[in-house]
């Protein structure tokens, strides 16, 4: 594979969901849990998906149980509590696992496109974030600590190429 267009994955509601139709689109694709001490970084995506949507970019949920089951609940439940605490309208799919011998396609192609510290390719933790341009080429990866906010002037930039 060659690009993130490339991939399917289920929506949180369960319909498959063809990556294609970002294309042309500047994606933040995360995998996000609801119980983990990042889970506030919600606000900043959102935050960041609305002040950007209209300039061809969109945030990519990827919810993920992986890490200290930090993500249990069922897909409803997280969509709710999304919407509830955060007032999350990005686009959310069905929980993942992104790493292992179950990892998700895509995120082995995130992976391996844009490794982590010392050339890691394994996701360390929850709210690992991959900036991906309009051709659905990973650009940059970004720790769980890196604020949604701080990525902004990285997701510009891509915008106005």
Known sequence: ??????????????DDV???????DVLLIVNTASKCGFTPQ???LESLYQSLKGSG???LGFPCNQFASQESGSESEISQFCEVNFGVSFPLF???DVNGDNAHPLYNYLKSSA????GSE????NFTKFLVNKQGQVIKRYAPTTKPEDIKS??????AE
């Open 57 to 59: 970019f969109s945030v």
């Open 42 to 44: 919600y606000k900043g």
């Open 115 to 118: 490794k982590g510290l010392l």
């Open 154 to 159: 990285d997701i510009e930039k891509l915008l």
């Open 122 to 125: 394994s996701v360390k933790w």
């Open 18 to 24: 063809a990556l294609s139709q970002y294309q042309e």
């Open 94 to 96: 069905a929980k993942v």
């Open 1 to 14: 594979m060659s690009s993130v267009h490339e991939f399917t994955a289920k929506s949180i509601t369960g």
